[in-house]
């Protein structure tokens, strides 16, 4: 067993020179970030079959449509009703994107747009520093903290810096620190969040904490915006219900991003919904940046094909098969990872539901990111280096963050193993776990 997972030594470790006992020699030089996925779910946790069989009638049913109108700026109207109805809104609030970040940049740009409207009804000059200001936590969706920055880079080259400021707010295994959101909750337009197993926190807002927010959002007159693709994949108890939903489906309140993407493992089809306030729909309907005006319509093939499957209950089918076929062998894990992790690896939150589960290791003072990587060629594991998920460069500064896509995790066995070949892969000890 060994042999096959750790063909040789790879490190000269420091702790050998005396034949003292490795454990001696650890030093907390850095801390090291893990995020344990499950890599990409293979296409038997997609409901490929159902879509296939519903593409055909479907694209009949919507024929006349498809060839001869465009889908316009909010998606596909069909879609759109079927959403609306789904979640109990007027569709008038609901606009689909082509994935889950496009309406986060959407939504961004509305926000902008805003501002600047806002600051010129006060002041009645037209402002071009005029800023937004979006809370974010520390440690978040990587593509989300991308989309704030590459909007900053589009404006820096028009000579105009920032016109996104980022606030990074700490969050624990139960949600925000509450007295650090509280301090700079004034100073904020905007905070993006992911509630329910986020990315890659794996963690789950406790309800206290999700009253406490919205209360300091209605106090201090900041929109939430809630990202929350993983909220049915719940393994263990059902997870409180969304802020969405806590703020009476208010959208002026959180605007509620919900990306097939991950609720029934849909990547392909590129499909989000979102409710949102009228301002942003306006963004997109009007604006010169409209989806309209840059590609004169939305994509509308793949909704013309999931209307009639959302409308008869795939989310709510789907997403219960994941919570049956993902759901044991999640908890399983849970149960055997502190076991057999010890205290090598702190886990963020315990793991209840979604892709992640965020750690933290204390690694040798010798290690670097290539030995680590080199080790994980070794153990057999897929591990890549990477950055971008803390918000706040400064405390990116100060650790390293690796992904680990977990080989499928069936049994005890399995689980055992994978520990063992983590502790190879950061610390270069081979221990026989019992
Ligand atoms: C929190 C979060 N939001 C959004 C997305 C993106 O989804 P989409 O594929 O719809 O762009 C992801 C994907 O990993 C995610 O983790």
Sequence with gaps: M????????????????????????????????LDVTRGSPPASLAPIKQLAEAAGPAIMADAGKLAGYYGGALGHPG????????????????????????????????????????????????????????????????????????????????????????????????????????????????????????????????????????????????????????????????????????????????????????????????????????????????????????????????STILEPLVQDGLIESHSEFLRKRVGPIVREIAQLFPKYLGDFIQLHAEPQGGYFFWGQVVAPEWSSDKMIELAAKNANLKLQAGRGFYADSEAEGRHRTFRIAAPPLENEEDVRSFVQRLRYVFTNEVIEIV
């Excluded at 030594?9 to 702790?15: D, E, G």
């Excluded at 005396?18 to 020699?25: D, F, K, V």
């Excluded at 991950?262 to 997109?284: D, H, Q, T």
């Excluded at 989806?291 to 994509?299: K, R, T």
């Design 2 to 33: 060994l042999k096959k997972f750790f063909p040789e030594r790879i490190f000269k470790s420091k702790a050998h020179d005396g034949g003292q006992n490795i454990l001696w020699r650890i030093k907390i030089m850095f801390e090291k970030h």
């Design 79 to 302: 879609l759109r009703e079927v959403f609306a109805k789904r979640e109990g809104v007027s569709v008038d609030n609901v606009f689909i994107s082509p994935g889950g970040m496009l309406a986060f940049r959407w939504t961004l740009e509305a926000a902008l747009r805003r501002k600047n409207y806002d600051t010129y009804q006060t002041s009645g000059v037209f402002d071009p520093l005029a800023k937004v200001v979006i809370g974010v936590p520390v440690v978040t969706y990587d593509r989300a903290i991308k989309t704030i920055a590459q909007i900053n880079r589009f404006y820096e080259r028009l000579n105009v810096p920032n016109k996104i400021d980022v606030v990074c707010i700490p969050e624990g295994p139960d949600g925000p620190d509450h007295r650090v959101l509280q301090g700079v909750a004034h100073r904020l337009d905007y905070y993006y969040v992911i509630p329910t197993f986020s990315n890659p926190l794996g963690a789950v807002w406790s309800s206290e904490a999700r009253h406490k927010v919205l209360t300091l959002a209605k106090q201090f007159s900041f929109v939430i915006i809630e990202d929350s693709p993983y909220e049915q994949l719940w393994y263990g108890n059902e997870p409180p219900p969304r802020l969405f939903n806590l703020a009476d489906k208010n959208p002026e309140v959180v605007i509620s991003m919900n990306s097939l993407t991950k609720i029934i493992n849909l990547a392909g089809v590129r499909s989000c919904y979102s409710i949102a306030p009228a301002w942003v729909m306006e963004f997109l309907l009007n604006s010169k940046n409209s989806p309209a005006q840059l590609f004169i319509s939305q994509p509308v093939l793949a």
